[in-house]
């Protein structure tokens, strides 16, 4: 996947005749839909494919994950409606020349109808196309824990990314959360939701080993969702993730962090420049996007196949 080029145009055209005639984006959820939409269906998937090609020659594997549970309220809407700025930032700016972008949604395996969708890397307007099927089912078990492993686990085993096979060069993946992961991936829940056959559990640190691998790996904690600026949860994530934990205070901000971060990560710009450009646009998120990025640098550097990044410490993560 990853083919056609990203128009602000045709956005902008489905998003006024969406208001015109009072249809939704997310318009599977909003007509009641309770059971996963077959183009994000991660059952039976072989792999979610970013692959260079003529048109993409030096592509770029961007996934973000975001919790439609309950906690996380508007979320999901807010990153659609944000979607130009993020693919404009990054294109237009020249943080990335070929993006392709994968748009996922994260529940709860324990409790869950839908707990995990997952839709393909794309670099065209199809991105709002897989926004509009989501799910957004509000669940969530209410103990503080989501099945962001579960969305780990396809990440690292489900997906092939031409960056990272061909040129030795992490993607990115976003987790957009406001709760803890599970201690675990459980076989049960794989073969369920994915249809893997696990013989055993695989501890929460060794699947965040493995993902980190093929993706830099960040976790957003927004504004807006239930336990935002939470100490538990961001102290959960830092002993997993180290730097990469981002707390942002404006939910409107997510879609700017994210298209910095990347052009941080890419060594394209400087904090400095990434906030010049937010001006340039016209957004209002500068002062919460160099609030939230002050600690992250460019600090991205090819990655043999095979290594991983080091973790050291001792938690009760794996206990969850």
């Not at 991936?185 to 993902?211: H, Y």
Request: proline share 3%; net charge negative.
């Amino acid at each position: 996947m990853g083919s056609g080029i990203w128009s602000t145009d045709v956005y902008d055209a489905a998003d006024r005749y969406r208001r015109a005639t009072g249809a939704s984006a997310f318009a599977y959820s909003d007509s009641g839909a309770s059971t996963v939409h077959s183009a994000l269906d991660p059952k039976g998937v072989g792999k979610r494919e970013s692959r260079d090609s003529d048109e993409h020659p030096d592509s770029v594997a961007i996934a973000v994950m975001f919790d439609v549970t309950g906690s996380m309220g508007s979320v999901p809407r807010v990153l659609q409606q944000k979607l130009p700025q993020l693919l404009g930032l990054l294109l237009r700016k020249g943080y990335v020349k070929d993006p392709q972008i994968l748009f996922g949604a994260i529940g709860d395996a324990t409790c869950d109808r839908v707990p995990l969708q997952v839709g393909q890397f794309e670099s065209d307007n199809r991105l709002d196309e897989d926004l509009g099927r989501f799910v957004l089912e509000g669940g969530g078990g209410g103990q503080m824990t989501e099945s962001y492993e579960l969305a780990m686990y396809f990440m690292a085993r489900h997906t092939s990314i031409d960056c990272y096979e061909k040129r030795g060069k992490r993607g990115y993946l976003f987790i957009i959360g406001d709760e803890q992961a599970y201690g675990r991936v459980k076989p049960g829940e794989v073969r369920d939701v994915i249809g893997d056959k696990l013989g055993e559990p695989i501890a929460l640190r060794a699947i965040v080993e493995e993902v980190r691998r093929m993706y830099d790996t960040y976790y957003i904690l927004p504004a807006g969702s239930s336990y935002a600026g939470n100490t538990t949860i961001l102290d959960f994530w830092k002993d997993l993730l180290g730097q990469n934990v981002i707390a942002l205070d404006d939910l409107d901000a997510v879609c700017e962090t994210i298209a910095l971060t990347v052009g941080l990560g890419e060594d394209t710009i400087d904090l400095d420049e990434g906030l010049d450009d937010l001006r340039d646009v016209g957004s209002t998120a500068t002062v919460s996007v160099g609030k939230a990025l002050a600690r992250i640098g460019g600090n991205r550097a090819p990655l043999a196949t095979g290594s991983a990044p080091t973790m050291t410490g001792t938690t009760a993560v794996e206990r969850l």
